[in-house]
């Protein structure tokens, strides 16, 4: 005599639906949890140079806030902020990581962040190339509050 199954037909299907469901809601949240949000930088045809950006793009921030852009390796830059080409001896440059930050300070090009929109405009370039050769320039600007 053969056993009656376990689970019912429509209980395997129904089971199979809420599977499919929960994995479309995982699919979801990670597109809309992704660190690019709507940047254009960080979805677009840079996306597979530019990591970061720092602060984020219309992000709020503290006068003090580290500026910087996170690269992939194999890239190297500069910044300007508000039109202030930043000294190289004054960015923070990481390049096992790509990382170019800079932190405005007494004595520096910008001591401080001014109040409200600021501006910054990476120029960066493949190492193996140097500057000058394939510049890309990625703006994005942040207020200050």
């Known amino acids: 005599m053969a056993t009656p199954p ?12 809420v599977v499919a469901v ?18 254009p930088v960080l979805r677009g045809g840079d996306a597979a140079i530019v990591e970061n950006l720092l602060p984020r793009r219309n992000a709020q921030v503290p006068q003090q806030s580290n500026v910087g852009i996170d690269l992939v390796t194999g890239w190297e830059g500069t910044l300007v902020i508000d039109g202030t080409e930043i000294p190289e001896d004054e ?4 390049p096992e990581i790509g990382l170019i930050e800079f932190t405005p300070g007494e ?12 501006c910054v405009s990476a ?3 493949r190492i193996s190339d140097g500057r000058g050769v394939d510049d890309r320039t990625i703006p994005w600007c942040f207020e200050v509050v």
């Open 6 to 17: 376990v689970y019912s037909t429509r209980f395997k299907l129904a089971a199979a639906a």
């Open 22 to 39: 929960a994995a479309v809601l995982v699919i979801v949240a990670v597109r809309m949890i992704d660190d690019g949000g709507d940047d």
């Open 91 to 94: 960015l923070q440059v990481t």
């Open 107 to 118: 004595g520096r090009a910008v001591e401080e962040l001014d109040p409200g929109r600021n």
């Open 123 to 125: 120029v960066i370039w």
